[in-house]
């Protein structure tokens, strides 16, 4: 189960809807974890109205200190979260290149250099076996700096 700060900034960086929230703060109960908000998103309904289980959301992650970040910073959290996934063997590069965007919000060097390392999707296609190994290694090597750094958002 994700801490409160790991679904702030998933759901800033639109990983998670707003649907999916009130079972995600029923889980955060169960895992000992407890607001006045929080039981009360976690007693709505998916097919509460979207503005309101937002708002609910806001001022459970008040009461957590926990501070929703802005869309880029979500980002930034999602390249450190895949890159630590990466090299625990969890993601895998293709997978890793679903997802990465070369519009992404990259400011660290390391952050540059993995969003560089995992390139535009479409030309793995295109790879010999061995430039797919070469590539694979650069992108995991990537991770591995990228993940030894600190995250952007407080955890």
Request: proline share 5%.
């Amino acid at each position: 189960m994700d801490e409160p700060a790991t679904i702030a900034w998933k759901y800033a960086a639109n990983l998670i809807c707003e649907e999916g929230l009130p079972m995600l703060a029923a889980h955060l109960l169960a895992a000992g974890h407890d607001s006045p908000s929080l039981r009360d998103l976690a007693g709505r309904s998916r097919c509460e109205h979207p503005a309101e289980i937002r708002q609910l959301f806001g001022h459970t992650m008040e009461e957590f200190g926990i501070q929703i970040p802005d869309y880029e910073t979500a980002e930034r959290c999602l390249l450190h979260y895949m890159a630590t996934e990466l090299t625990a063997g969890a993601l895998s590069p293709k997978r890793a290149a679903d997802r990465v965007w070369q519009g992404i919000e990259a400011l660290t060097d390391a952050e540059r250099e993995f969003v560089a390392a995992v390139g535009l999707e479409y030309h793995h296609d295109f790879m010999s076996p061995e430039e797919v190994r070469a590539w694979e290694n650069a992108v995991r090597l990537a991770a591995k700096t990228l993940a030894g750094t600190a995250f952007p958002h407080a955890q």
